[in-house]
């Protein structure tokens, strides 16, 4: 068996429902995961877009999901720490104001369909890295951490 991440909104390489995106409500889309390495204890979470026109832009940091989960629900709430989620903590994505949390797909019209990446970590331990980081402060504190990857990947264009 091998550790997956899938969605009940979309699934891997269809288009994202308009309801998770800038377009919509802009809120998480569910996820779940399955096949966890032994010995997590933590999860972290990033979703980018590599297509976007001034590099890689960041939709989404969260890390510290308690490593009993196997799911996280539709609209996430935004903010530093996530009480529903015993305590993970979010990070900043690309936007220039309200870049904590969950922001969706909002690619620029007629640039064609954008990837979005979800990448979920299993974690050997849960991470000392304050709310409000960035993607590579992430990457940079689970190096040496990381029992296993799953991704997921969903399209959208305007």
Known sequence: MSFELSSAAFKHNERIPKEYTGEGKDTSPPLAWRDAPPGTQAFALICDDPDAPMGTWVHWVIWNIPGSR?????????????????????????????????????????????????????????????????????????????????????????
């Open 70 to 158: 196997t799911s996280l629900p539709a609209g996430v709430p935004r903010g530093k720490e996530v009480k529903d989620l015993d305590g993970a903590r979010q990070g900043a994505n690309s936007w220039k104001t309200d870049n904590i949390g969950y922001r969706g797909p909002m690619p620029p019209p007629g640039h064609g369909p954008h990837r979005y990446n979800f990448a979920i970590y299993a974690l050997n331990q849960k991470l000392d890295l304050a709310a409000g980081a960035t993607k590579k402060d992430l990457i940079n504190t689970m190096a040496g951490h990381i029992l296993g990857e799953a991704r997921l990947t969903g399209k959208y264009e305007r």
